[in-house]
Nanobody, 120 residues
Framework: QIQLVESGGGSVQPGGSLRLSCTTSGFSLEYYGMGWFRQAPGKEREQVSCFSGGDGNTYYTNSVKGRFTISKDYAKNTFYLQMNSLRPEDTAVYYC?????????????WGQGTQVAVSS
């Protein structure tokens, strides 16, 4: 089975940093879409960032551009989201997910979610 395990969430003050990790098993990440999503209370789930293994493209939602960076380590079957200059509005449950059809395909495998809380 395809499994994704997340780590790295927690509480941080505004301006702080966190790095989320997503370790996968059961498949190779090399040609997949690797996405980070978040869902805050009262809001719909949104895609924060994605790395397309097929063409190397990266995507970021406008609110995190310049602050968040997605990366991957194929040897470890792991991808990451480095989050800098965190803001209270970044508070959400963050999920990693993979797609067989790039960053705009169907994300069928998901991690369990990890809470990120940004407050003073």
């Amino acid at each position: 089975q395809i499994q994704l395990v997340e780590s790295g969430g927690g509480s941080v003050q505004p301006g702080g940093s966190l790095r989320l990790s997503c370790t996968t098993s059961g498949f190779s990440l090399e040609y997949y879409g690797m996405g980070w999503f978040r869902q805050a209370p009262g809001k719909e789930r949104e895609q924060v960032s994605c790395f397309s293994g097929g063409d190397g493209n990266t995507y970021y939602t406008n609110s995190v551009k310049g602050r968040f960076t997605i990366s991957k380590d194929y040897a470890k079957n792991t991808f990451y989201l480095q989050m800098n200059s965190l803001r209270p509005e970044d508070t959400a449950v963050y999920y990693c997910a993979t797609s067989l059809d790039g960053c705009h395909g169907y994300f069928g495998s998901w991690g369990q979610g990890t809470q990120v809380a940004v407050s003073s």
